[in-house]
T-cell receptor, first 110, second 113 residues
């Protein structure tokens, strides 16, 4: 079952701008992960945030997690054309399974 | 060069035929997964396996079958019982110990003619 839901469904920004997308989920989690998928390709793991963490950074990526609101956000700073992709959040509930949301499609215009 | 491979990249099937999608990993991961992705949608879990000779149904297992005879390999068979098999199929693997970061293959696009 899909637990995570991303918002917005699609986002179009100018190169150099920041992109923010959100993920909401329903039940308690062990951790939350973000993945990127370029068109027609497999997913690539970007960043993982544990349930006891509130913020994490990796390069131009910043992830926040609010377990009281059951939500997470992914910020991509200073976007580039190569950031054009779909971004998925995935929650790790238990039993080594991940539940993926429907994704946010990001288009970075040159 | 460690990674996870899927073959073929594109597959065409006539209605009523069974087809098998290959997934191999050399990451020494215990767990392997099969997902289905339809256009504009997220991933739905078909089957997963945490150990050789054992596997569990995911959310949409009907019309699919798997085997896990070797740690490195987790083939998926799309049977004729699957009513709408045209989709993008993704295989992934992860270590059991750890934070369950999953590594994905490049995918197989299956089209039913």
């Amino acid at each position: 079952s899909q637990q995570g839901e991303e918002d917005p469904q699609a986002l179009s920004i100018q190169e150099g701008e920041n992109a923010t997308m959100n993920c909401s989920y329903k039940t308690s989690i062990n951790n939350l992960q973000w993945y990127r998928q370029n068109s027609g390709r497999g997913l690539v793991h970007l960043i993982l945030i544990r349930s006891n963490e509130r913020e994490k950074h990796s390069g131009r990526l910043r992830v926040t997690l609010d377990t009281s609101k059951k939500s997470s956000s992914l910020l991509i700073t200073a976007s580039r054309a190569a950031d054009t992709a779909s971004y998925f959040c995935a929650t790790d509930d238990d039993d080594y399974k991940l539940s993926f949301g429907a994704g946010t499609t990001v288009t970075v215009r040159a | 060069d460690g990674g996870i491979t899927q073959s073929p990249k594109y597959l065409f099937r006539k209605e009523g035929q069974n087809v098998t999608l290959s997934c191999e990993q050399n990451l020494n991961h215990d767990a392997m997964y099969w997902y289905r992705q339809d256009p504009g949608q997220g991933l739905r879990l078909i089957y997963y396996s945490q150990i050789v000779n054992d596997f569990q149904k995911g959310d949409i297992a009907e019309g699919y079958s798997v085997s896990r005879e070797k740690k490195e390999s987790f083939p998926l068979t799309v049977t004729s019982a699957q009513k709408n098999p045209t989709a993008f199929y993704l295989c992934a693997s992860s270590a059991i110990q750890g934070l369950n970061e999953q590594f994905f293959g490049p995918g197989t696009r299956l089209t039913v003619l």
